[in-house]
C-alpha cells in the first residue's frame, strides 16, 4: 500500500515538474490582417492560448492559435483587436482552452469562454467554488461502443413532439426552419416541460435584445433554475462565437459524466457554421459550397457526435438550423440532418396561420421513434400522419369547391377529424401534457378515425 501511495505521489510531482516553465519563449506581432494576428518567434500548436500584451492596457489579449504560414503563427483573438499592434509581445501559455464547470453553473449565464455573466437570482458576478474542476472545450466524442443504445423516451411536454417524433435520452434532432417562425418559444417550452435533470443551453450569434428575452419570457425562472446559459451574441468575435457552441457541449459533457440526463440545446448550428467560414477564410481556406469553407463541414459531425449517450448519461440534443429562404436543402442544413437522428421542420404557413408550435408532422421524422414507441402509439400516430396527408392532398379542391364528398374515404375522415388532429397539434407556450396523456389522446383521435372509417 505504501509503495502504491508513493508513485500515486511520484506522478503527481512529475506531473507539476513538466507543468513547469523555468523560461518564456515570447513571440512578437508583425502583421495584422482582417480577423487574425500574424506572431513571429513562436514554436506553438494549433487550439494552444496565448497572451498579447498591449502597451496601455492592464490585462493581456487571449489568443488562440489557428493555423501557420511558415514560420509564423496565426493566431485569433478571443477578444477585440483594438489596441494590437505591430511589436506587441506574445507569450503562448502552453495550454489549450478550458472550461471550469460544476454545480455551481446551474442557474447561471455564462459568455462563449465559460466565464459567469451573473450569480443567478441576485445578478451579481458569480465566484467559483474550489471544487470546480478544469474540463477542455476540445474533447473527443464517446467511443461508439462505450454508447448505451437509446431504449428511454425523454418526455418533452410537447405533444406534437412525443405524439408522432417520440425523443429518446441521448437522441439528436435538429430543428429547421427560417427566422421569425417560433425556435425560440420552442426551446423555451422544452426547458421547462422536458423531464431532464439538467439543461444547457447555447445562444449562438444572437441579438442581444433576444437574449434577456428568452432568458425571462420563453425560459423563465423555473427553466433558468436547473438550467446554464452560453451566450455569444452576434457582435462577439467569430472565435468566441464559435468556442461558445463547444463550451456549451463541454458543460453538458460534465454533468453526463456525473451520471445526468442533459437536455442540450443549440441555437443555432448556422451560426456556428458562418464562425467557422470567418475562421476559414480568415487562415485562407478556400470557400466551396455556397462560400462554405472545407473545415465547416469537417467540424460539424465532431461537434454534433460529442452528444448522445455514454456508459454513466445522456446528452439529448435539440440544434437549431436557420434555412436560408425556407430551402430546406442548403448546405448546412443537408449536412446536419444527414448527421442528426431526426429532424422536426417547422413551417412558415403554420406560423401564419397562428398554429403554434408550427411543426410540420410530415416533413418532420424520429428515427429512433419505432424504437421507443409501443405499437399502438405508432399505429395511431401513422394514422393520423396519413389522415393530415389526404387532407393536404385535397386541400386545394376543397378550397375551390370542386371535392365531391364521397369520392375518397380517407378524404372525407380527414375533412372530419382535421380540426381535432390541429387542436391536438397547437399548444400553449405554458401548456404542459405528460407522456402518458398525449398518447391516450393521440390513440383516441385515432381509434375514433379507425372507428368511423370501418
Known sequence: MAERAF???????????????????????????????????????IGEICAVHVPGEPRPIQGEVVGFRGPTSLLMPLGELRGIRPGCRVE?????????????????VVDGLGRPLHGGEGGQPGQEPPEAVEYPVHNTPPDPLDRRRIDQVLATGVRAIDGFLTCGRGQRLGVFSGSGVGKSVLLGMLCRHCTADVNVVALVGERGREVKDFLERDLGPEGLARSVVVVATSDQPALIRLRAALVATTIAEYFRDQGRDVLLLMDSVTRFALAQREVGLAVGEPPTTRGYTPSVFALLPKLLERAGTNATGSITGFYTVLVEGDDLQE????????????????????????????????????????????PEHQRAAAYLRRLLAAFKEAEDLVNIGAYVSGS?????????????????????QDEHTDFGETVTRLRTLAGE????DG
Do not use: C
Open 92 to 108: 503562448p501559455l502552453g495550454r489549450a482552452l478550458t472550461v471550469r464547470v460544476g454545480e455551481h453553473l446551474l442557474g447561471r
Open 7 to 45: 508513485a500515486k505521489d511520484l506522478q503527481t510531482w512529475r506531473a507539476q515538474i513538466r507543468a513547469v516553465r523555468p523560461f518564456r519563449l515570447l513571440g512578437r506581432v508583425t502583421k495584422v490582417i482582417g480577423l487574425t494576428v500574424e506572431v513571429e518567434g513562436l514554436n506553438t500548436f
Open 449 to 452: 378515425a379507425e372507428g368511423s
Open 331 to 374: 448546405p448546412v442544413a443537408d449536412a446536419v440532418r444527414s448527421i442528426l437522428d431526426g429532424h422536426i421542420v417547422l413551417s412558415r404557413e403554420l406560423a401564419a396561420r397562428n398554429h403554434y408550435p408550427a411543426i410540420d408532422v410530415l416533413q418532420s421524422a424520429s428515427r429512433l421513434m419505432l424504437d421507443l414507441a409501443s
Open 408 to 428: 375518397n374515404p380517407l378524404v372525407d375522415e380527414a375533412l372530419a377529424k382535421y380540426g381535432s388532429i390541429t387542436g391536438f397539434l397547437q399548444q400553449e
